[in-house]
């Protein structure tokens, strides 16, 4: 079992910055990667970004790609979601996942999932 908890979210004027955490606890973290998603409200949840493992390895959806960049810290079982010029349409409860898969971009590959936290994009 791996338990996922995310902090960080909140309101921001378009424009602005958001750091967003997700903490790691039990099994060992650096077996997973670790995915990003959102979900806006009457949409789909969808892939934002992902790290690898161990090496660090980045993929980002188009639409934040530039804008958020994704980094983990293996020894505090801690991944970063630095997200930079937030626009109106990044409003959505964000998500944190681990797998022990490949297709980071795919949601049903992840066997853990955090609670959620909402990031508000808004003047």
């Known amino acids: 079992q791996v338990q996922l908890v995310e902090s960080g979210g909140g309101l921001v004027q378009p424009g602005g910055s958001l750091r967003l955490s997700c903490a790691a606890s039990?099994?060992?973290?650096?077996?997973?990667?670790i995915g990003w998603f959102r979900q806006a409200p009457g949409k789909e949840r969808e892939f934002v970004a992902a790290i690898s493992r161990s090496v660090g390895f980045t993929h980002y959806a188009d639409v934040v790609k530039g804008r958020f960049t994704l980094s983990r810290d293996n020894a505090k079982s801690t991944v970063t979601l630095q997200m930079n010029r937030l626009k109106p349409e990044d409003t959505a409860v964000y998500y944190c996942a681990a797998t022990s898969g490949d297709r980071w971009y795919v949601k049903e590959e992840y066997d853990y999932w955090g609670q959620g936290t909402q990031v508000t994009v808004s003047s």
């Open positions: 039990g099994r060992t973290f650096s077996g997973y990667a």
